[in-house]
Structure formats: structure tokens, C-alpha cells
């Protein structure tokens, strides 16, 4: 399965490469002269292509290098192989030699590879060396293999996008931020290794439409220099492909997962039926934690990975749980300083008497730097441009204020899922959404799931919790047996309360948490100690997170010299312990 896989992958990248560089007519032609003189068709696939190193070619090498030894045995094939192990691969591999050939068995269908190179001289001196790959099959396949390619086509696209950090639009600090954080992860391949540490990063970029998700990714890529891989989950069949697409993103890249809260159902780790969903299976939730944990941090170097969501609450904990996604960055609507980058980076100007108006109604509405970007792009004249955005944004402060005057669904009992999420996005605008406000650290949301219950057992619990409460079952037992009350519904209340804390733990990490929120945690668990639930062990862990914070955090109200006796206490210096709390706040909890 894997080797048939493999071979579709391959042979998909060099197709979409195919279609990209020649025209359709071209193309049909060719296969057209191609079809009437010869009954095999050649791939060929060099090592160098447009001048730079070619993926396909990498993939080809990888490809034969874990499935030669099985494949070699057959009659026929070559009697000698290479054979190596590069610095960071995992397993020895091996090569065809030069000018060899091997039959590789897809789908019933014989296809031939050869390795061929040769050294290209300069007035008779050698000055390098060119290698290529040939993939022969009988065109009478032609039309299979295509058919069977068209399902991975889609599935992974390289992209190339012009956004800086020069031209994004971002408010305040997360510019700086942003960058220092890239910055620190490319430099720091030797700090990687002395912790121990995979050197990967994730980055969890949430917020609403048009905000600027998919932008600040290119910003990243180019400021970098990596290549982006977009994957789109739903059009992945099985974790074994999944598992291949990632074995073949090249290092020094941003693996791209976008919406991930709506792009494919994942399936939960507790939930056996993986295939119900899609009549031809699916990529599961495991399948996509094992890829993060396991595959993409092992075989590589630098690689980041990067989840896009308008709605963070909706994301499965387990995906984001600390040093999953190391940072979580919200992208938020236009502010007035947003409206400035942008106004100079497509005006060119920094300063107009319109500009106040503008800036007065941004202040009142939510309105995308896309949208924003749309009305100054609409003419090369910036008072026409000025103009129309501020007719623009007071159509919209008129229509929103229309709207907020309209009883919402949730007023009059109803629950129209749609009207849940326009009222869930404006809530999120007031609140969190402004990049330039201070997050608000002490105001905690325990549980920041949507509406829908479902039943864990005899509890009913809300459906984002669920899978918590079931490892909390699993690992500790019914924590609410010897709760003084007694109703099944006060029982379910308390153990979505446990639930919440955990899920706050599980989506945060120790950055971003605070002691006073924290200290709110734990007064919440010592209430549910006094009513007998089993929760000694949550308040131990708070108690370890508060001194570890306690310890990491300069601000934090410990004295120099307790920070030093506590750190002397557990034995373990501020980097390793932060880095040790980024990924572990809730390891072994459940
Ligand atoms: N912060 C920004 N700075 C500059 N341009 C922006 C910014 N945000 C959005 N844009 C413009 O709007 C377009 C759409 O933005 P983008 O696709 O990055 O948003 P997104 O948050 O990824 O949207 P979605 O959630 O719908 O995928 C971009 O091509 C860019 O031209």
C-alpha cells in the first residue's frame, strides 16, 4: 500500500509539474504523437530544474531509497545497489546505481525506473556532474495512472506569494514579535539539540476572515526563505498518505494546515469509526498528531507548521495543547494603525485630511484589512480611493447597526447555527479579536465551546469537552462517585468545570498564562474538593504550573532570591524549565 502510494505521489508532483510548465495544446499534442509512435511513455526527472535543486527528484531518490532492497529482489533486477545513511535520516537507504534499472510493480502495472548521470566537461575538464531518473510505462496506462494520480494533485501545492513583513499590515508589536520568535527558532539549532528538543515549531494563527492568516504566512516564508506546503486535509484519503505527504515536505518549510476547524472532520482518538465521515476514509485526528509528534519532527530539520482557524474554540484540544502549537497568534480586524500600513503601503501616503474620518468609524466597526485593501486598490487616485473606503465603511457601521437592532436568534430561544457564528464572530470583535489590545490575562473562559451537549456515559457535557471527560474516565476513574451532590445534571456541571480547566490548560501555554488566572483555577478546584470530587491531582499540577511560572516569569512577584531557591528546588535552569512547561502543563494529566 505504502509503495503504491508512494508511486502515486511521485509520479502526481510530476504530473502537476507537467501541466504547469506546458500548455494544454502542447500537452495533448505531444501525448498525441507520443500515443501514435510509441507504445511506452518516459518521465524524466532531473536533479536541477529552472536552476534550482528539484523536488521531484528528492522525492524519487527518497522514494527508491526505503523500497529498493524489497523491490530488488525480483527477477531481473540490478546486482548491485548504493547504499548510505545521511546525517539526519532515521535509516539506511539505498540507491540505484548508475545506469541501473529496477521494475517497480504499481497497481499491477509494470514501471520501469532508471538512474542515469553523466559528467558534463568544460574543454574536456570535468566541471560537474548531472543526474536524472526515467519512469517508463506502457501509454495504454496512461489514462489510469492519471486517474489514480488526480486525488494527490490536489493534496499538497508548493506556493510562491509576494507578502513581506515590509508590506502586511500588523498592529503594535507582533511585527517584532513575530519576527524575533522566527528568528530564534531558525538560529537556535544547537539550543534545539542540547535540550533535546525537535527543532520544529508550530504556530496556531486564528482569527476572522480577511484578517491577514494566509499573508502573514507568506510574510513568514519569505522572511525565512522556506517553501510553503498548503495541505488540504479533506481531500486526504488515509493517515498513510498523509503520513507520505509529510515524510516528503522538504526541510526549511511551513507546512500549511488552513481552517483546520472545518477542512476535515477529524475523527476523535477515542472515536473507532475512522472512516464513517467519507465514503473513502479519511486522515484521522491521530493520524494528524502522530505526523506533528512523530514523522515531521524526526526526519528533518527546521520545519514549522502552521493551522489557520477563524475559530480557535472550535479546534480539537489535543491540537492544541502546549508545544503542539508553540505560539497562538491572533490576527484581528483593522485597526486605525493597521489602516496607516495599509494606506502607505497602497497609497503611498502616510497623512490626508480624510484620514480622520476613516479612522473615526474604524474605531466603531469591524471591518478586514482585506475589505480595507479591496477599496484602496479600486483606483490609483488616493482621494478617490479615501473616498470610496469611507462610503464603504459607513455602509457598513449603518448595516451592523441595523443588524444589532434586529432581536438575535439566542434572545428569542432559537438556534439557527448560522446567526451562532455572526454573533460568535462579533462577540470575539469586542472582546480579543483587536490585535492592539492588551490581552485580557485575568478575565479566564473556562469553557469556550459552542452550545451542542452530548452524553459521556450518564453526564451530558458539552460536545468539546467530551473527549476530555472520557481520558479523564479512562485515567482517574469517576471522579464525581462520592460528590455530595447528587443529581446527574449538578454532576455534570462540576465535571465541565474540571473539564474547562483542563482545556484552558491544554490550549495555552505557559506564556500566556497568568497567576491570577491560575489562582482562579485553583479556587475552582478547591470548591470541587469540598464537594468530594477526586481532583487532587489537577490541584497538584496547578500548584506546579503557579511555581514554575512563578520561576520563568521575571515579572512575577517572586524575589530574586526565592526564584533562585526554587529553581535550586527542582533542579532545573529558566530556559530548560519553560521549555520543559511549554509542552508538558498537562503531559501525564490524563
Ligand atoms: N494585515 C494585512 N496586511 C496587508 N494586506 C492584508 C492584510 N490582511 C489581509 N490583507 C489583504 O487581504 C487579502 C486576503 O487576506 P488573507 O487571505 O491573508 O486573509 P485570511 O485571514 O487568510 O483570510 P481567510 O480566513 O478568509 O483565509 C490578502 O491577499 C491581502 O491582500
Redesign the pocket.
Known amino acids: 500500500m505504502a509503495s503504491s502510494l508512494s508511486i502515486l505521489a511521485t509520479l502526481s508532483i510530476i504530473r502537476t509539474t507537467f501541466n504547469d510548465l506546458i500548455p494544454k495544446e502542447i500537452r495533448n499534442y505531444l501525448l498525441r504523437f507520443i500515443r501514435r509512435f510509441s507504445s511506452e511513455f518516459t518521465l524524466v526527472i532531473e536533479e536541477t530544474h529552472d536552476g534550482s535543486s528539484n523536488h521531484l527528484f528528492k522525492a524519487a531518490m527518497e522514494y527508491l531509497g526505503s523500497h529498493l532492497l524489497s523491490a530488488s529482489s525480483a527477477e531481473g533486477s540490478p546486482k548491485r545497489l548504493t547504499v548510505g545513511k545521511s546525517e539526519n535520516a532515521r535509516k539506511i537507504s539505498f540507491g540505484l546505481d548508475k545506469h541501473s534499472e529496477i521494475v517497480d510493480i504499481f497497481h499491477g502495472i509494470p514501471m520501469k525506473w532508471r538512474y542515469n548521470a553523466d559528467v558534463n566537461t568544460t574543454n574536456n575538464q570535468p566541471r560537474s556532474e548531472s543526474r536524472w531518473y526515467e519512469i517508463s510505462f506502457q501509454k495504454n496506462h496512461a489514462e489510469m495512472v492519471k486517474g489514480k494520480r488526480e486525488r494527490w494533485c490536489s493534496d499538497t501545492i508548493k506556493l510562491d506569494h509576494p507578502?513581506t513583513f515590509d508590506?502586511?499590515?500588523?498592529d503594535g508589536d507582533l511585527r517584532n514579535t513575530i519576527i524575533e520568535d522566527l528568528d530564534s527558532f531558525i538560529n537556535g539549532k544547537e539550543y534545539y539539540k542540547k535540550i533535546g528538543k525537535v527543532w520544529k515549531r508550530g504556530y496556531l494563527?486564528y482569527?476572522?476572515?480577511?484578517?491577514?492568516?494566509?499573508?502573514?504566512?507568506?510574510a513568514m516564508a519569505n522572511h525565512l526563505n522556506f517553501d510553503i506546503y498548503n495541505m488540504n486535509l479533506s481531500a486526504i484519503y488515509s493517515d498513510s498518505s498523509l503520513e507520505y505527504l509529510l515524510l516528503h515536505v522538504s526541510n526549511r518549510s511551513i507546512l500549511v494546515i488552513?481552517?483546520i476547524d472545518c477542512t476535515v472532520k477529524l475523527q476523535n482518538r477515542e472515536a473507532g469509526d475512522q472512516t464513517a465521515s467519507h465514503p473513502h476514509g479519511q486522515a484521522t485526528l491521530s493520524g494528524l498528531l502522530n505526523a506533528i509528534d512523530g514523522l515531521l519532527s524526526c526526519c528533518g530539520d527546521a520545519r514549522i507548521i502552521v493551522f489557520?482557524?477563524?475559530y480557535k474554540d472550535k479546534i480539537d484540544p489535543a491540537l492544541l495543547r502546549a508545544g503542539r502549537m508553540d505560539k497562538h497568534i491572533c490576527?484581528t480586524y483593522?485597526t486605525v494603525s493597521?489602516f496607516k500600513?495599509?494606506a502607505a503601503?497602497y497609497l503611498g501616503i502616510s497623512n490626508h485630511d480624510l484620514f480622520s474620518r476613516v479612522e473615526k468609524i474604524i474605531k466603531e466597526i469591524s471591518v478586514?484589512?482585506?475589505?480595507?485593501?479591496?477599496e484602496l486598490m479600486k483606483s490609483k487616485d488616493p482621494i478617490n480611493c479615501l473616498e470610496g473606503l469611507i462610503q464603504f465603511l459607513e455602509s457598513k457601521a449603518s448595516d451592523s447597526e441595523a443588524n444589532s437592532e434586529q432581536p438575535k436568534p439566542e434572545e428569542e430561544g432559537g438556534n439557527n447555527k448560522k446567526q451562532e457564528k455572526v454573533s460568535k464572530s462579533k462577540g470575539s470583535t469586542e472582546t480579543d479579536m483587536k490585535n492592539s489590545d492588551p490581552p485580557n490575562h485575568n478575565a479566564i473562559t473556562f469553557v469556550v465551546v459552542g452550545c451542542n451537549s452530548t452524553s459521556v456515559g450518564e453526564y451530558t457535557i458539552k460536545e468539546e469537552l467530551a473527549p476530555i471527560l472520557k481520558a479523564l474516565f479512562m485515567k482517574h476513574g469517576n471522579i464525581v462517585s462520592n460528590c455530595s451532590l447528587k443529581s446527574m445534571q449538578c454532576r455534570s456541571s462540576l465535571l465541565e468545570i474540571a473539564c474547562g480547566i483542563i482545556h484552558k490548560l491544554q490550549s495555552t501555554t505557559l506564556d500566556d498564562l497568568t497567576e491570577p488566572q491560575l489562582q482562579s483555577m485553583l479556587a475552582s478546584v478547591s470548591d470541587l474538593e469540598s464537594l468530594n470530587l477526586q481532583v487532587g491531582w489537577l490541584h497538584k499540577r496547578l500548584d506546579e504550573i503557579i511555581e514554575a511560572l512563578q520561576l520563568v516569569k521575571p515579572s512575577s512577584t517572586l524575589k530574586e532570591d526565592d526564584r533562585k531557591n526554587l529553581s535550586q528546588t527542582i533542579s532545573c535552569n529558566e530556559p530548560e524549565l519553560s521549555c520543559f512547561y511549554q509542552r508538558s502543563l498537562v503531559d501525564g494529566l490524563l
Open positions: 507578502m508590506t502586511l499590515a500588523l494563527l482569527g476572522p476572515p480577511g484578517t491577514g492568516k494566509s499573508s502573514l504566512i507568506a488552513e481552517d489557520t482557524t477563524n490576527l483593522c493597521t500600513q495599509l503601503n478586514s484589512p482585506a475589505e480595507v485593501a479591496g
